[in-house]
């Protein structure tokens, strides 16, 4: 039977035969495309998660059980629990001089919402040099391995999309100065998107069905199937420290974090924030029929979301800002037992009707399939979760206006880099709510924190206008 024939019959024992209705039409090119993006799907797996996603036994999971606040080490506030931190900083330090971190940083999304065209690393959002995000984190993995003189290795997840586009950008830039074989490079799965009343796959032209990336938690999957996981592991890595391409403001590689991760001896950990209020859109931290999980802003309850606690605070508080440690034997077991569950979510996309013409939809028509990397957490043995600062650690880049929008994202950069500086004792002018009046901006490369800016600004006393430290 040749390939066409045995697609065919497999097409038609899921209702799927229509995606050949244009082949007539298609050029060898066209119809080759056509056969091997089709011979990649598994079509049983779109079935049963088509069945889900109709009898809604996703969402009714979620609901079933009580959830309750997880336990969570909140920040330091006095001596000795600052000590603590210096003390693991060093358990941290330790581990990245001897080479056995590796930075892992997601950035295979489609940033639909930012409208940026090209890579969302690729945008420029240094308060006054521009600054790519992809520079920023860059510097910072350059800055680590000069300071513990070891090549920590920089893993960046793109798409089939977005790939391209990635490495290029990188080469352009002579890597931002790492070494090339410290930068490694490797492509996201997809799953097609279905027309969410019927179920049928959704063509985007007649030789091409409508694919998307698999989700952040493709990362796992992904790791393990371009051979980068055992390469790792080979090479001594333990513990991959994991974020996301949009927020810049992230302590890449943080020895505290990874001190507390290593003496818990966690094979998970996350970093979590007091959400601003109940429609903050961060997944939070709880505890549900004894195992920890986070739950998607949009899976939770409202009357969850809005609960307070006796002195006025959210109860479910911990919202999740997608920074992690992941053990590499964890990420390991994940990968062979193919453990994350698929999300159902509706959105707009493009497609071919039935008449061959392009449908552009202004409501959402179809259903996408994603995975989330913070569904490992109920599938780690053990896992810790710890309070951190938003002005230090996160504002992600997410739109185009509005909140987490670029004009914040400088702001919340410039006035990171003030504190630092009155830190220092340096006199920084600030408005009434606290943000610096100057854009400022600091080189991971001049400095990576508070500290090491401290020992480079004695002869600086006041600022006076927009401040660039490179
Ligand atoms: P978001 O969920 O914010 O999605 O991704 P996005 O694609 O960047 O933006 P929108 O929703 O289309 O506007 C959070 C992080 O996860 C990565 C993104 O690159 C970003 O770093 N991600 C997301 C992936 O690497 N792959 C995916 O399939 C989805």
Redesign the pocket.
């Known amino acids: 039977m040749s390939d066409y024939e045995n697609l065919r019959r497999q097409l038609s024992e899921h209702g799927q035969e229509h995606l050949l209705r244009w082949w007539p039409d298609l050029d060898e090119n066209q119809r080759a495309n056509l056969l091997s993006q089709i011979a990649s799907l598994d079509l049983g797996l779109v079935q049963h998660l088509w069945n889900q996603a109709v009898s809604g036994s996703v969402r009714k999971s979620v609901k079933q059980e009580a959830m309750e606040p997880a336990p969570v080490r909140r920040r330091a506030e006095s001596f000795e629990e600052w000590e603590r931190e210096q003390q693991e900083a060093e358990v941290g330090e330790v581990a990245l001089r001897a080479g056995q971190v590796a930075v892992l940083l997601?950035?295979?999304?489609?940033?639909?919402?930012?409208g940026h065209p090209g890579p969302?690393g690729t945008y420029p959002i240094g308060p006054i040099t521009q600054r790519t995000l992809f520079q920023i984190h860059a510097e910072k993995v350059l800055a680590l391995t000069r300071r513990y003189e070891a090549p920590i290795p920089l893993c960046i997840?793109t798409?089939p999309e977005n790939d391209t586009a990635t490495r290029q950008f990188f080469q352009t830039h002579a890597w931002f100065g790492l070494d090339p074989g410290q930068v490694h490079f490797f492509v996201?799965g997809t799953m097609p998107a279905v027309n969410a009343t019927t179920g049928k796959l959704l063509l985007v032209e007649k030789h091409s069905l409508a694919l998307?990336?698999?989700?952040?938690g493709?990362?796992v999957e992904a790791l393990a199937r371009s051979g980068l996981l055992t390469r790792l592991e080979q090479q001594g890595v333990r513990h991959l420290f994991y974020f996301?391409?949009?927020n810049p403001l992230v302590k890449v590689a943080d020895p505290v974090f990874l001190g507390q991760h290593i003496e818990a001896r966690a094979e998970m950990s996350l970093k979590v924030l007091p959400k601003l209020g109940p429609e903050e859109r961060l997944g939070v931290v709880v505890r549900q029929g004894g195992q920890l999980r986070v739950i998607e802003y949009s899976d939770l309850p409202s009357e969850l979301a809005c609960k307070r606690s006796p002195d006025g605070s959210l109860e479910l508080w911990a919202g999740s800002i997608?920074i992690h440690v992941f053990d590499l034997a964890f990420l390991k077991r994940l990968a062979e037992t193919s453990a994350l569950p698929y999300h159902v979510a509706r959105k707009v996309v493009t497609y071919v009707d039935d008449s061959g013409l392009i449908v552009r939809p202004e409501q959402p028509n179809a259903i996408k399939f994603?995975r989330f990397v913070f569904d490992a957490l109920p599938l780690a043995r053990k896992a810790i979760i710890v309070e951190t600062d938003r002005r230090q650690e996160f504002e992600?880049l997410?739109n185009a206006e509005g909140e987490n929008s670029p004009t914040t994202v400088r702001q919340a950069l410039s006035d990171l880099y003030a504190e630092w500086l009155i830190s220092a004792g340096v006199q920084v002018p600030r408005k009434s709510n606290g943000s610096s009046v100057y854009p400022i901006e600091i080189s991971p490369l001049f400095a990576l924190d508070a500290e090491e800016l401290r020992a480079k600004v004695d002869n600086l006393e006041e600022v006076a206008g927009p401040l660039v430290l490179a």
Do not use: Y
């Not at 998307?212 to 952040?216: I, K, L």
């Open positions: 997601v950035a295979g999304g489609q940033g639909t919402r930012l969302k997840m798409s996201q998307s990336p698999n989700g952040h493709g990362v996301q391409v949009d997608a994603e992600p997410k």
